[in-house]
């Protein structure tokens, strides 16, 4: 019997969307809403080239029985974490993180009175899916930091794309209004997690960094519970669940796999089976983020099938794209409107650079509304692709050399070094504005 989904358990049955609960093992699957149809705007140049050697890439992507569990899944939510986060509701929400933190940090057995939901989580916390396996994981950690800078800088600007463009994610993000608001805590939020999740013990029940991503999945739930009730059943009925389970486990395949298909393409080969280490090691975080075991690929090529689906059918860009974009100009650009023109001309190669690792159609949805609407991107996207494939041949001539293996341990002793320097820039710009620190806590008032 199915359950009901998150923001939706005081109502009757009759009052609910049909497709407002969890799914069950043997129910019909739910059909995708209508926003997530095939769009042209994400087969871009360079998705095809990174996933054509894997599988069949096509303009309308082949279903599997995994895909087709992913179209459904954009339903609904985190089931356990959704429990907790109503839970909280009713306890009180300063209280519930107060439990939430002592169990985190000591164990449920230390809770007094924890109520049943936050039980059954630290429970499945406690004990890793049978798939689980550490030797793995730390391989995959270890292969993913080896990949190249540009490989890397794909990931985040792919990443930014299905945020500010894409129609789920942008429509959470701009509703919740945290790029809007609270820029600099959000941006801090942001690269100190991705930077979290590349040092070693990630998969250490007791680490600072599995602390850390559940924080984060609890932040996640609460956000989804206030937007659910926000935009109630129309915005459902076309957009699925904010925040669904679905697209959780899909930035997470996005994550995990686009740097070294990246390198792959561009002639830094990576073996099917190291390419499943990688999938692996993103997989057990997307479990810690709360996705439901069924949709978890098991290997990399059910993870790029995933993948390519939900891009090719991520929408946008929404009204929340433009309004976001134009927020973040505001924060980076300048008032003076000589210095204004100067800025935007002078962005042309960077925005030249995420045209040759997005592709052009993607930058234009994205700043279409926005001061860098007409910048030309050309010669500079040329000039970009042959900057990054020079990146990528000079990683696949330093794996040849001599020590190679000891650079590649010495380089992922730590988490990527790339991403902590770009936490410490981002930490010095943050604190001009007084936030200094990653708590996670931003949506404890978000929910009554």
Excluded at 32 to 38: D, F, H, Q
Excluded at 261 to 281: E, K, N, Q
Aim: one cysteine or more.
């Amino acid at each position: 019997m199915s359950t009901l989904n998150s923001g939706t358990d005081a109502r009757p049955d009759a009052d609910r969307h049909p497709y407002d609960y969890y799914y069950r093992e043997g129910m019909l699957l739910r059909p995708p809403p209508e926003t997530a149809a095939v769009s042209p705007l994400w087969l871009t140049e360079p998705h095809i080239e990174q996933f054509s050697p894997w599988i069949p890439v096509r303009a309308v992507p082949l279903q599997t029985p995994l895909t087709r569990l992913f179209d459904d899944h954009r339903w609904q939510g985190d089931e356990v974490m959704d429990a907790v986060v109503l839970a909280f509701t009713k306890t009180g929400m300063s209280r519930g993180r107060r439990m939430f933190d002592q169990a985190l940090d000591h164990g449920i057995d230390t809770v007094a009175d924890p109520p049943p939901a936050l039980v059954d989580l630290f429970r499945r916390l406690d004990d890793p899916p049978d798939w689980f396996d550490a030797g793995a994981w730390e391989r995959g950690r270890r292969l993913w930091i080896n990949a190249s800078l540009s490989g890397k800088l794909t990931m985040m600007l792919s990443d930014a794309m299905g945020t500010f463009v894409g129609a789920e994610v942008s429509s959470a993000t701009g509703q919740t209004r945290r790029f809007l608001a609270d820029f600099r805590r959000r941006e801090l939020e942001t690269v100190t997690w991705f930077h979290n999740v590349t040092r070693p013990g990630g998969a250490d029940r007791h680490s600072p960094v599995f602390k850390s991503i559940v924080k984060v999945r609890l932040m996640h739930a609460q956000a989804r519970l206030a937007l659910r009730r926000i935009w109630g059943d129309e915005h459902f009925a076309r957009h699925g669940n904010p925040i669904s389970n679905a697209m959780t486990m899909g930035a997470a395949v996005t994550f995990g796999l686009l740097p070294p298909l990246f390198d792959h393409a561009h002639g830094r080969r990576i073996a099917p089976a190291d390419l499943d280490d990688v999938m692996l090691y993103w997989a057990y975080i997307a479990h810690l983020m709360g996705v439901a075991d069924e949709l978890v690929p098991r290997n990399a090529v059910d993870g790029l099938r995933m993948a390519h689906h939900m891009i090719l059918t991520a929408g946008g860009p929404t009204e929340w794209t433009d309004i976001t974009v134009k927020a973040a100009c505001d924060h980076v650009l300048s008032g003076n409107p000589v210095l204004r023109r100067l800025q935007v001309h002078g962005a042309a190669p960077l925005l030249g650079l995420v045209s040759a690792l997005t592709g052009e159609s993607l930058v234009r949805a994205l700043l279409r509304a926005s001061p860098f609407a007409t910048v030309r991107l050309q010669p500079w996207q040329g000039i970009a692709r042959c900057l990054v494939h020079l990146n990528v041949a000079m990683r696949r001539v330093g794996d040849r050399l001599p020590n190679a293996q000891r650079r590649m341990e010495a380089r992922t002793r730590d988490g990527d070094a790339w991403q902590c320097r770009g936490v410490a820039m981002v930490s010095k710009i943050a604190a001009r504005s007084g936030v200094t620190g990653t708590p996670y806590d931003h949506h404890d008032g978000s929910v009554g």
